[in-house]
């Protein structure tokens, strides 16, 4: 299969650089004979993992389930905003300094007010702070790609009679779907992250509350279970937009070659 | 001027002046159009001859609704049409096809913005695309096209609108000269077959002699119509047509006019 040997062609070098990098870090481990607590090796972790599996999959799973919810809620608003900044001009240049400003805003600072107002143990802080580092990248390139629409097929449509609302269906929405899409992925990585600070400042689980905990204990092979744990998530999160972009958009492939 | 064969004109444009604001503060209005009056007759072939910056795009916008005149008239059909958009098909200077749309799909663009529904639409446009030479290429898409085949996609998608004026914006001039002389042999059979009338702007003195029934000369910004040539030959027409003692005289007329018209000081 041609898609299989491409796939593979493009698959091999980072596999290679990974296994690469571990092997290194196994090595390395073993002959400087660094403590454990310092760092432990690759082998040390992949048995941790499996020794606390149970234990990582109820705190994985509701990391997950919080990113999802926090991810659907930041590329809502995120869409919104930028369907509201690209039809009212003065939305537009009212809204998108106050956008800045709320990348600014720290979520340790964040955080800690939010479990204020909604209690400690509510799953609300952690969905604003998700969808707060969400929103962001699909607002900034779904209204640029929106305004950058190309100006001869606009003329051309609204020539031939093209109304405000098929304009905006036929020609500037499909057009902006690639960066969109661009913008998605950006959020759907941010969105484990995202998490895993929001779990970082309060409540009794998920990934970011794990490693607080083992941390605390010295359990260092348990904090890098978790790191690799949300790297994975990170990647799947990544995959399942990529996925999606390629079944929605697929006219985009293969341009340019 | 002369009558336009026929009787009443579909399109008629009267003292067309056009001016737009200068690019900075205070800067004086740019002129652009100069009291332009043209027409065409139904089912004809008109060129516009001018030099490049004279105001034709900007003719085909306001012919198009996307620009209001500042004065004089616009008329389609014998009704006021300044300002409407949707009452003329066109063909711009890029081919300006739809990357995500196949073929087939972008021909039908025009006829679904004038509300035809696909059921009517797609049988014309599978046979108007034969007709193209495109038969096969339905489900490609524009990216796989040459430059020649998509502007004849581009072409067919105007023709498949329901507008009885087509106004084609130098639809050749990106193409290489074997493939151009090509395009306008097809494009004068094509129109012929479809009964439309056809506005067609152009640089080439060649392009406009071998397709039009009459040509109209534009003198440079601020342009107003320097001369209007009938050309005599019927159609179909071939390149045998071009080596005509008559063609190479009306060649160097035109020739001589737009030379003049580039001598007007440019403001
Ligand atoms: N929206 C606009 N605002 C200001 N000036 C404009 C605008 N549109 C066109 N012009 C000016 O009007 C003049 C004519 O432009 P236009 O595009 O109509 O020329 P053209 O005859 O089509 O040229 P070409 O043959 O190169 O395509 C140009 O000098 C241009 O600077
Ligand atoms: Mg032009």
Redesign the pocket.
Known sequence: MKTGTSWWKRGWPPTAAVLLLLLAWQIGVQLSGIEKFKLPSPADIGREAVASFPRIWMHTEATLHISLIGFACGVAVGIGLALAMHMIAAVKSGLYPLLIISQNIHPAALGPLLMIWFGFLSPTPKIIVIALYCFFPVTVALTDALARTDRGMADYMRMIGASKAQLFRKLELPHALPSLFSGLKIAATYSIMGAVVAEFLGGDKGLGYYIQFSRNQFQTTRVFVALFVIIILAFIMFGIVALLEKMLIGWNQGRGE | MSAVTGGEPLLALEHIRKS??G?GKGDAA?K?LDGVTLQVGSGEFVAIL??????????F?LIGGLLQPDSGAIRLGGEDIAGQRGRIGYMP?QPSLLPWRNVLDNVLMAAEIAGISRKEAEPKAREWLVRAGLGGCESAYPHELSGGMQQRASFVRALLGPQQLLCL??PFGALDAMTRLEMQLWLGSLWQESGRAVLL?T?SIDEALLLADRVYV?SA?P?TVLEEVKVPWPHPRSEANMAEPQFVRLRQQLYDVLRKAKEVPQR
Do not use: C, M, N
């Open positions: 737009f604001p690019a740019v652009v001018g030099p490049s910056g004279s105001g034709k795009t900007t003719l916008r200077q914006d130098e702007v640089h534009l910004k342009a």
